[in-house]
């Protein structure tokens, strides 16, 4: 079982910048690959990013790379996701989410999920 808390949402003008953060805790909570995926209403949950367990591997949907960056500390079982001019349709809430079994894109095969922190981008 893990549990996992997202912190850092806000509301941040076009072209500025947010930190996630994603506290992981419960048994082996190092031991999965965490991701980030984000939902509007009425819309599925979109793939972000990922993270290997020892953070060697990264992965990043097209619309984010280039300005987003996740990483992880294990030592605070904290996962981050460092996202930078940020654009109106970045605006979603942000879920993380651990899945065993590792690296993947589809949010489905993710078995624990965080509540969410919502992202506002202003134009």
């Known amino acids: 079982q893990v549990q996992l808390v997202e912190s850092g949402g806000g509301l941040v003008q076009a072209g500025g910048s947010l930190r996630l953060s994603c506290v992981a805790s419960?048994?082996?909570?190092?031991?999965?690959?965490i991701a980030w995926f984000r939902q509007t209403p009425g819309k599925e949950r979109e793939f972000v990013t990922y993270?290997?367990?020892?953070?060697?591997?990264?992965n990043y949907a097209e619309s984010v790379k280039g300005r987003f960056t996740i990483s992880r500390d294990n030592v605070k079982n904290t996962v981050y996701l460092q996202m930078n001019s940020l654009k109106p349709e970045d605006a979603a809430v942000y879920y993380c989410?651990?899945?065993?079994?590792?690296?993947?894109?589809?949010?489905?095969?993710?078995?624990?999920w965080g509540q969410g922190t919502q992202v506002t981008v202003s134009s």
């Open positions: 989410a651990a899945n065993l079994g590792g690296a993947d894109f589809q949010a489905r095969h993710y078995g624990y």
């Open positions: 993270i290997s367990q020892s953070g060697a591997t990264t």
């Open positions: 419960g048994r082996a909570s190092n031991s999965y690959y």
